[in-house]
């Protein structure tokens, strides 16, 4: 199902909104890793946020990700003081991990190893 306009105001609103809070509280790195927050979507009736996060360099992602979630409190009650006058109702948060990223260095290990054993079938035929 498509994302309404009033769905994409919000989140739009909140992704802005949760990227200073990330930098005020210091959740953009953790463990020597980065942290960013890829995009925000809500549920049609605006009761729940997904965040879905990027972590760059983060050894333990699942240990990070119950770091920023034991925080989430903290992150709400700011982001509900910064928007309290645009919404009625404050949407219960929900993070979970990106892995886009991921799946772009396993196909581009997949292509490399594809173009590798072209170039050897190519010099093994005389």
């Not at 930098?23 to 049609?44: A, C, D, E, F």
């Not at 965040?51 to 240990?63: R, T």
């Not at 009650?77 to 929900?94: F, G, I, N, S």
Request: with cysteine; net charge neutral.
């Amino acid at each position: 199902m498509q994302e309404g306009k009033r769905q994409k105001q919000i989140a739009g609103l909140l992704n802005e909104e949760l990227n200073s809070i990330f930098q005020r509280l210091g959740l953009t790195m953790i463990n020597g890793g980065m942290v960013s927050i890829v995009s925000v979507k809500m549920t049609p009736d605006l009761l729940e946020c997904r965040i879905y996060l990027s972590l760059f360099q983060v050894g333990d992602a699942q240990g990070a990700l119950k770091k920023i979630e034991d925080r989430s409190w903290e992150i709400k009650k700011e982001l509900t003081a910064r928007v309290a006058k645009q919404l009625r109702r404050m949407p219960e948060l929900r993070f979970y991990l990106d892995d886009t990223l991921d799946h772009v260095f396993k196909m581009e290990d997949i292509f490399k190893k594809i173009n590798e054993d072209k170039k050897d079938e190519e010099g093994t035929q005389p």
